[in-house]
């Protein structure tokens, strides 16, 4: 299965994102071996920088660096698929600013939502960043769920169980970017947020 051919948009009703810059998995991958999906903010305002781009992508450096931190051994991204996690993003385009309107989280809320029902073998779920979050918490509130993970800051509510159909949920920090090799208390928060989730689907 290709990502891509399954997850689309039709219309790009959003006004600040880079539709140019509109970015879904193209990799071929089996659905029924990803255990594990992380989720973070948004998609390069660059596509070379994005998770599955040719060469070594800033998306890849900063991701595998995490896991590493995480006492993972892998070199890629697709080494990393091999063991079980998938890698994408909340909003599919690329930003324009530095935040991201709501209505566009919710709105590409949707298309995170078609995605993520792709892997039903999914056991947990890595929302790396506030968009992440804020995606998710829209889908279980369309479904008339109550939020899936509370209001509050990162580095008070992670470490505590939450569940999303029949997934554990890990609420951390943005791995993909520039931003994780500077803030290095975040980038330890990260490795340990990975770990855990590693062991619950081990």
């Known amino acids: 299965m290709r990502v891509r051919q399954c997850v689309k948009c039709s219309g790009f009703p959003c006004s600040d994102v880079k539709h140019d810059c509109f970015i879904v998995a193209s990799v ?3 659905p029924e071996k990803i255990s594990l999906l992380i989720v973070s903010e948004a998609a390069p305002a660059n596509p070379g920088d994005y998770y599955y781009a040719p ?16 006492g993972v051994e ?3 991204v697709n080494e990393i698929l091999d063991r079980g996690a998938y890698l994408t993003t909340a909003v599919k ?12 989280i919710r709105q590409c809320s949707f298309l995170l939502e078609k995605e993520l029902l792709l892997f039903p073998k999914a056991r947990a779920l890595m929302l790396m960043g506030d968009v ?4 998710v918490n829209y889908i279980a509130q369309r479904a008339g769920q109550k ?15 939450y569940f999303f159909r029949g997934m554990r949920v890990f609420p951390s920090y943005l791995q993909a970017g520039p931003s994780f090799f500077i803030e290095k208390s975040k980038r ?13 689907v081990s």
């Open 132 to 135: 992440a979050i804020k995606a």
């Open 147 to 161: 939020r899936v993970i509370p209001a509050g800051s990162t580095y008070k509510i992670r470490g505590q169980e």
């Open 28 to 30: 071929q991958l089996k």
């Open 74 to 76: 892998v070199s890629s």
């Open 55 to 70: 060469g070594n992508p800033l998306f890849q450096q900063t991701t595998v660096q995490a896991f590493r931190d995480a």
């Open 93 to 104: 385009c690329g930003k324009t600013g530095y935040g991201i309107q709501p209505d566009t």
């Open 188 to 200: 330890r928060m990260i490795a340990e947020d990975i770990a855990a989730a590693l062991r619950v």
